[in-house]
């Protein structure tokens, strides 16, 4: 089946800094990627949809200017979190979908997950 | 927007018992239902879809039924076993659009 890889799979950070995630592809190529957010017990929540050479949809609330998403290539998309705080620590999960992958066209891959801790 | 509510958020069963985990949806522009289990410190797991032809669908303990008019979907996991505790998430989409997800039920079946 298809796979999706994150990395790091966990991250502490000093309060101000910037921390990259990496999200992949591996055996797919990923027309679209989601980055979506997990708050401790609740649900995961879209923060942005990226198609492969465009720049990224952010949902309503969701700051553009601190969480910059880049998807450069069908098989790798970036998160990073500028100037991280205390309140940007969550969960950080991604997802793909491709072409000609999966039982149904719109079929949607997460990866395992980003564990971001800002101190 | 799609709006996705989901019930119970807890649900506890002795095992081999069955559980039933239900969601409701506001778009009926939405064609395809998805389940996933997520256990701590992972991403969701795909454990059965549903798309909007078909009203039922079922895979060894695990079974969704979909009313397109009532725009509700619901889970059934028949024999629980202790390894079936996690929380459980539906979803909704439509072609074109991100899944959008209900806020979860944490299942725990008790040996």
């Known amino acids: 089946g298809a796979v999706v890889s994150q990395h790091p799979s966990r991250v502490i950070c000093k309060s101000g800094t910037s921390v990259k995630i990496e999200c992949r592809s591996l055996d797919f190529q990923a027309t679209t990627m989601f980055w979506y957010r997990q708050f401790p017990k609740q649900s995961l929540m879209l923060m942005a949809t990226s198609n492969e050479g465009s720049k990224a949809t952010y949902e309503q609330g969701v700051e553009k200017d601190k969480f910059l998403i880049n998807h450069a290539s069908l098989t790798l998309s970036t998160l990073t979190v500028t100037s991280a705080h205390p309140e940007d620590s969550s969960f950080y999960i991604c997802?793909?979908?491709?072409?000609?992958?999966?039982?149904?066209?719109?079929?949607?891959?997460f990866g395992p997950g980003t564990r971001l801790t800002v101190l | 927007g799609e709006n996705v509510e989901q019930h119970p958020s807890t649900l506890s069963v002795q095992e081999g018992d069955s559980a039933v985990i239900k969601c409701t949806y506001s778009d009926s522009a939405s064609n395809y239902f998805p389940w996933y289990k997520q256990e701590l410190g992972k991403g969701p797991q795909l454990i059965i879809d549903?798309?909007?032809?078909?009203g039922e669908k079922k895979d060894q303990r695990i079974a969704v039924t979909l009313n397109k008019t009532a725009k509700h979907f619901s889970l059934h996991i028949t024999e629980t076993q202790p390894e079936d505790s996690a929380v459980y998430f539906c979803?909704?989409?439509?072609?074109?659009?991100?899944?959008?997800f209900g806020k979860g039920t944490t299942l725990s079946v008790s040996s």
């Open positions: 549903i798309r909007s032809n078909v």
């Open positions: 997802s793909a979908r491709g072409v000609d992958v999966g039982s149904w066209a719109d079929e949607q891959f």
């Open positions: 979803a909704a989409h439509q072609a074109g659009t991100a899944l959008i």
